[in-house]
Every structure is written in structure tokens, then in C-alpha cells.
């Protein structure tokens, strides 16, 4: 048996790189500072949160496999991990805890499918269809990557924004748990 857990997150300005930096400038416009320290906040409560269920589980870590959405199938993962360590990534700080104790990061999405979405945003092109489609083939991808790659006895843990349903696309012999749904801001 093949088991998921699925942590709906919401990314920070770190894990957005570039684009975070523009998307922080328009929210600090719109909603001012004290509501992106707010926001800052409630997000560092939320990895709080999820860094103790992971403590709390069972998991043997030799048997584990860590997806994270926006890490490609295609770049060298350790300069990822180290480049995020660096920038002081909750996200990435918690999955280097993982790795430490065996836990084998996977490259998740398909590169061009994230540039599509990075030109999207970049662009401010926030068409609802095709924003929903986009994310559609994102997902699709995901899920046959983690369905590829996690093997039976293995247990998976994706982090994934909120606003993603990559569950809609997992065969039906994995155990799935969706923990944390969130609503996105």
C-alpha cells in the first residue's frame, strides 16, 4: 500500500523568488504592512503546525518520499535545498530535517509547465479559465510523477499550494489525507 499525506501550504515571498518580490509590493500597496506581517505571521503558525504533525507521525524515513510543488523534474535538487536553507525557508528548512533522517526529496513538476504559470503571473494575466486550466495540467503532472515514483510500502508528503488539487489525479490504490486545506489569500 502506497500512503500520501498532502499539506495544502501557502508559499511565502521566498519559495516565489522573483515573482514573490512583485507579489509582496502589490499586497503591501493594497493591504499595507501591518497586514503583511499579519499574514507573515499566520503563515510561520502554519508551518508550526505542520512541522509538528510531521514530528507526531510514525514515519520511517528510509521510506519516504518528499514532494514539493515549483521543485522541477529537471534542476539539481541539492542547490535547491541549500539555496532555500540560505533564504531561511520554513518550507525547506523542514523538508532538510527529513532528508537528514532519509528522506529522498523528488523533483515534482515539469519545468515548462511552471514557466507557463511564472509568464502568467508575471504578466498579471489572471483569467480565471485559463488560470484553472494551467494549474489543471500542473496537477496532472504532479500526480503522475508521485504515481510513478512512490512505490508500494512507501509513504509520500507533498507540500502544495493551497489553490491545487492534485488528489482529483491519484489512482485509486493510494491512501491519500489531505491535511491542512486552506483557503489561499
Known sequence: MRKLYIFHVIHT???????????????LKQKGLAEWKRRKSAINHLWDR????????QIDYKKLRIYQDS????????????EMLEKGSRNYILINKMIIRGARLMGTENSAL?????????NNNSHFS???EQLGRRDRFIAQRIEIT?????????FI???HNVA????SDMQITNLYHLESN
Do not use: W
Open 114 to 122: 511552471l514557466l507557463e504559470e511564472y509568464n502568467r503571473l508575471h
Open 13 to 27: 515571498d521566498i519559495e516565489l523568488g522573483n515573482l514573490g518580490q512583485l507579489i509582496k509590493k502589490e499586497f
Open 71 to 82: 521543485l522541477s523534474t529537471e534542476i539539481d535538487i541539492d542547490i535547491m535545498v541549500k
Open 150 to 158: 512512490l512505490l508500494d510500502g512507501e509513504v509520500g508528503l507533498i
Open 50 to 57: 505542520i512541522e509538528k504533525e510531521i514530528e507526531g507521525m
Open 168 to 171: 482529483k489525479f491519484l489512482p
Open 130 to 132: 485559463s488560470a484553472k
Open 161 to 163: 499550494g493551497a489553490d
